[in-house]
């Protein structure tokens, strides 16, 4: 019995010390889809205006938050049209928020805008207000167009940029031909 007693605080003593090693398991911060109301894929939304379509948004991967109010999206597709639906540009960026209280839309991240004139601005961070129908940015962009390019930081423009207006450290080139004399 004594031999049987031996040998059971013996197993223990070495379990003791083989378990004596802990280490913290690895953890991972928590994501925003740990805190998303719902996770949805292949999105898409029409925003209109007092009944008039302004946009129609598309997302790969849309995360719901703050009870339905705010939406956190992934590869963002936004289609601008004007007033009779005719087509008036597309907006990308891999990562936008939409804001369904003050109706705004913010992409981060390679912001592309293609106009249907062949005009094209880039830009880290655009706005778009749906109820101005207006998009903007307070940081910088490049307009471009064949060989003209204007620069700037921060602009304000409506989504087909017939009304624009650079903000801050305005410029721009284009080639120029000069006649021979």
């Known amino acids: 019995m004594r031999q049987l007693v031996l040998c059971v605080a013996a197993a223990a003593a070495i379990a003791t010390l083989a378990c004596g090693k802990s280490t913290t398991p690895v953890t991972a911060k928590p994501g925003i ?23 129609e948004l598309f997302a790969d991967t849309t995360y719901v938050l703050d009870n339905q109010t705010r939406f956190d999206l992934r590869r963002v597709k936004l289609n601008f ?19 369904v209280n003050s109706r705004l839309l913010e992409g981060w ?20 207000n749906q109820p101005l129908n207006q998009i903007s940015s307070d940081t ?17 423009a409506d ?8 903000l801050r450290q305005c410029g721009g080139s284009a080639n120029v031909t000069i006649p021979n004399r």
């Open 33 to 55: 889809a740990d805190s998303a109301d719902q996770v949805l894929f292949h999105t898409r939304t029409v925003l209109t205006n007092s009944g008039i379509q302004r946009a």
């Open 81 to 99: 049209t004007k007033d009779n639906g005719a087509p008036n540009g597309t907006m990308t960026a891999d990562h936008g928020v939409y804001n």
């Open 109 to 128: 991240g390679h912001v592309v805008i293609n106009l249907v004139d062949g005009r094209t601005l880039r830009s880290p961070h655009v706005i778009y």
């Open 140 to 156: 910088t962009y490049t307009l471009s167009n064949g060989d003209r390019t204007a620069t700037g930081v921060g602009f304000n």
């Open 159 to 166: 989504p087909g940029f017939t009304h624009y207006q650079c």
